[in-house]
């Protein structure tokens, strides 16, 4: 039997960028597909465009629904899915013409379906398209230890992702897997570690699969609270205790305990860079940090240097060490200014 893929698309006004991404489905060279779009209650162009689709493409489906968000959304679309595997496409990015196919291909020859089939995805300008960052994986099947995926710091941000992912519909269906409603930042994050919690098996890809396009920043800051610091702390202490449950409820953390103790690096490094390059109050930022040693039992000092993957996280690491919020706040404050003098440079040669 061929596999069936279920592409779901939850839509809301994105009617300049949505037939780009009606068209990376049709045009897929794997055939064996079906399209769901569904209309979070948009007020602009959006169903005169899905409705053209589907007279045009007998594998288009079309939904319209109240305005829910981008969650319920895409739990609507999973209700009315029916393929072997299921994946997710925002209406302003697109994929890869032959994603479906590499990624299936890839399994061609081993003896069962995977759980997981994981690809990498590339950063686009969101204006002139061309490609800012490559986000890729290690190519390599996985069948034990599977929570070890977020141990490696460049493989994390893959999965913290949605998408380049075809995810077993069996298991979203038997396990009630949904996206959480009432999250307005990173509920690909926490789908993905509600998923693995049930997963065996996963393939990884070491090519792109998707088109992320860069959004509006004013937009994205507005939508996801980027500048609220109390927001941003809980989001990144809800997601590092997800992580750790994930571990523990996988009995792989006794087993990995003390590189689970580093990823605690990257969550107090998710914090600073949200909040600092969204203009947040400096004494805010510095006030929540002091909390840092009172809320983990996490012993700082049995962390060493070396085992620490990314830049970013071993100098959070030194400015815990040296329990200077000051330190931290400063080193991240120059970071972002760096990377916004580098991204106007670039826009100015291109």
Same mark, same amino acid.
């Given at each position: 039997?061929?596999?069936?893929?279920?592409?779901?698309?939850?839509?809301?006004?994105?009617?300049?960028?949505?037939?780009?991404?009606?068209?990376?489905?049709?045009?897929?060279?794997?055939?064996?597909?079906?399209?769901?779009?569904? #209309? &979070?209650?948009?007020? &602009?162009?959006?169903? +005169?465009?899905?409705?053209?689709?589907?007279? +045009?493409?007998?594998?288009?489906?079309?939904?319209?629904?109240?305005?829910?968000?981008?969650?319920?959304?895409?739990?609507?679309?999973?209700?009315?899915?029916?393929?072997?595997?299921?994946? %997710?496409? $925002?209406?302003?990015?697109?994929?890869?013409?032959?994603?479906?196919?590499?990624?299936? +291909?890839?399994?061609?020859?081993?003896?069962?379906?995977?759980? =997981?089939? /994981?690809?990498?995805?590339?950063?686009?300008?969101?204006?002139?398209?061309?490609?800012?960052?490559?986000?890729?994986?290690?190519?390599? =099947?996985?069948?034990?230890?599977?929570?070890?995926? @977020?141990?490696? $710091?460049?493989? @994390?941000?893959?999965?913290?992702?949605?998408?380049?992912?075809?995810?077993? %519909?069996?298991?979203?269906?038997?396990?009630?897997?949904?996206?959480?409603? &009432?999250?307005?930042?990173?509920?690909?994050? %926490?789908?993905?570690?509600?998923? =693995?919690?049930?997963?065996?098996?996963? /393939?990884?890809?070491?090519?792109? *699969?998707?088109?992320?396009?860069?959004?509006?920043?004013?937009?994205?800051? +507005?939508?996801?609270?980027? $500048?609220?610091?109390?927001? *941003?702390?809980? @989001?990144?202490?809800?997601?590092?205790?997800?992580?750790?449950?994930?571990?523990?409820?996988?009995?792989?953390?006794?087993?990995?305990?003390?590189?689970?103790?580093?990823?605690? @690096?990257?969550?107090?490094?998710?914090?600073?860079?949200?909040?600092?390059? #969204?203009?947040?109050?400096?004494?805010?930022?510095?006030?929540?940090?002091?909390?840092?040693?009172?809320?983990?039992?996490?012993?700082?000092?049995?962390?060493?240097?070396?085992?620490?993957?990314?830049?970013?996280?071993?100098?959070?690491?030194?400015?815990?060490?040296?329990?200077?919020?000051?330190?931290?706040?400063?080193?991240?404050?120059?970071?972002?200014?760096?990377?916004?003098? =580098?991204?106007?440079?670039?826009?100015?040669?291109?």
């Amino acid at each position: 039997m061929k596999i069936k893929v279920s592409i779901v698309i939850p839509i809301y006004n994105h009617a300049k960028t949505l037939k780009r991404a009606i068209l990376s489905c049709i045009n897929q060279t794997y055939k064996n597909i079906e399209i769901i779009l569904i #209309n &979070d209650g948009s007020t &602009d162009e959006t169903g +005169k465009i899905c409705e053209n689709a589907v007279r +045009k493409e007998p594998r288009v489906k079309y939904y319209v629904k109240g305005n829910g968000g981008v969650s319920d959304a895409r739990n609507f679309g999973i209700e009315h899915a029916s393929g072997d595997y299921i994946s %997710f496409l $925002d209406a302003d990015d697109s994929l890869r013409k032959d994603a479906i196919e590499n990624m299936l +291909k890839e399994i061609e020859d081993i003896d069962f379906l995977p759980d =997981l089939i /994981v690809g990498g995805y590339v950063k686009r300008d969101g204006k002139t398209g061309k490609i800012i960052e490559k986000c890729l994986i290690e190519h390599k =099947l996985i069948t034990v230890d599977i929570p070890k995926v @977020l141990l490696n $710091d460049k493989q @994390l941000l893959v999965y913290k992702s949605a998408c380049a992912k075809l995810y077993k %519909f069996n298991i979203i269906k038997e396990k009630g897997i949904r996206f959480e409603e &009432d999250v307005t930042f990173g509920e690909d994050a %926490f789908f993905n570690l509600k998923f =693995l919690e049930y997963t065996q098996s996963i /393939v990884q890809i070491n090519k792109y *699969m998707y088109n992320y396009y860069e959004k509006n920043t004013l937009e994205k800051v +507005k939508r996801y609270k980027m $500048d609220d610091v109390e927001n *941003m702390w809980h @989001l990144s202490e809800v997601l590092y205790n997800k992580r750790v449950r994930l571990f523990k409820r996988t009995n792989c953390y006794e087993k990995y305990q003390h590189k689970v103790d580093i990823l605690y @690096l990257e969550r107090i490094r998710f914090f600073l860079n949200m909040t600092i390059s #969204n203009k947040a109050s400096r004494k805010e930022v510095t006030k929540k940090l002091e909390q840092i040693p009172f809320e983990s039992d996490i012993i700082f000092s049995n962390i060493k240097m070396d085992e620490v993957q990314n830049i970013q996280d071993k100098i959070v690491l030194l400015g815990i060490l040296l329990k200077s919020k000051e330190f931290l706040y400063n080193c991240f404050k120059c970071k972002v200014w760096v990377g916004e003098k =580098l991204k106007e440079y670039i826009a100015n040669k291109s």
